[in-house]
Structure formats: structure tokens, C-alpha cells
């Protein structure tokens, strides 16, 4: 499985960005398909995921009510619509899969197995 993002931009606080995984390979309803973030200096955290097979999301607590993920299954493609940008939200962004979901593991980078290369979100005040 390989993944790849795009999106990426440089914005200004309260804009909004879309950024796309596109998946290729055999990719299995077991899978799971999250989104990570790293600024400078920073962890890798988890921002967002979901199952494959049945769409069911999750979203860390400083994604809540402003970034939203969605799935197009036809098209292998996951995306992360981020509304309301801030500066904090700066970071390098990353999908990756989850060979079977784990609900409980989903917010841990380590839990995953493939990883895309980044994407880089920019947000000035």
C-alpha cells in the first residue's frame, strides 16, 4: 500500500485548505486511514481517522468541529477539509494505514503501517 497526500498551502488564519490521500495498492476493509500532523520541533500527533469499511471517523480534540475527514472508496482517496485554519495549525501533514483498525490505537503513529510523504500547511496570522 502506498498513500500519497497533496493540498498543502500557505493561508491565512480563518481560510480553509482540502488536503487529498490517494491510496494505491489492495487496500482491505479492515484498514484505517488516518491523518497526523508534526510542526517544528513538535511530536507527531493525530488529527483525524477513519474505517475504511464503514466510514466511522475520529477526530482529535483540536480538530473537532473544524476539520472534517471523508473517504471516497471508488477513488481509493481519503480527505481532510480544514476549515477555520489557525497558526497553530501549522504543521507537516501526513496520511497513513492501519492494516486493522484499532480503535483504541488509532490516535498512535507507531499503530501504523504505511505512511505517505507529508504535506506542508502553512498558516499566518
Known amino acids: 500500500v502506498q498513500l500519497q497526500a497533496s493540498g498543502g498551502g500557505s493561508v491565512q488564519t480563518g481560510a480553509s485548505l482540502r488536503l487529498s490521500c490517494e491510496v494505491s495498492g489492495r487496500i482491505y476493509s479492515s484498514y484505517a486511514i488516518g491523518w497526523f500532523r508534526q510542526a517544528p520541533g513538535k511530536e507527531r500527533e493525530f488529527v483525524a481517522g477513519?474505517?475504511?469499511?464503514?466510514?466511522?471517523?475520529y477526530y482529535a480534540d483540536s480538530a473537532k468541529g473544524r476539520f472534517t475527514i471523508s473517504r471516497d472508496n471508488a477513488k481509493k482517496m481519503i480527505y481532510l477539509q480544514l476549515d477555520s485554519l489557525k497558526p497553530e495549525d501549522t504543521a507537516v501533514y501526513y496520511c497513513a494505514a492501519q492494516e486493522v483498525i484499532n480503535v483504541a490505537a488509532m490516535t498512535f503513529a507507531a499503530n501504523y503501517d504505511y505512511w505517505g510523504q507529508g504535506t506542508q500547511v502553512t498558516v499566518s496570522s
Open positions: 477513519l474505517s475504511w469499511s464503514g466510514g466511522n471517523t
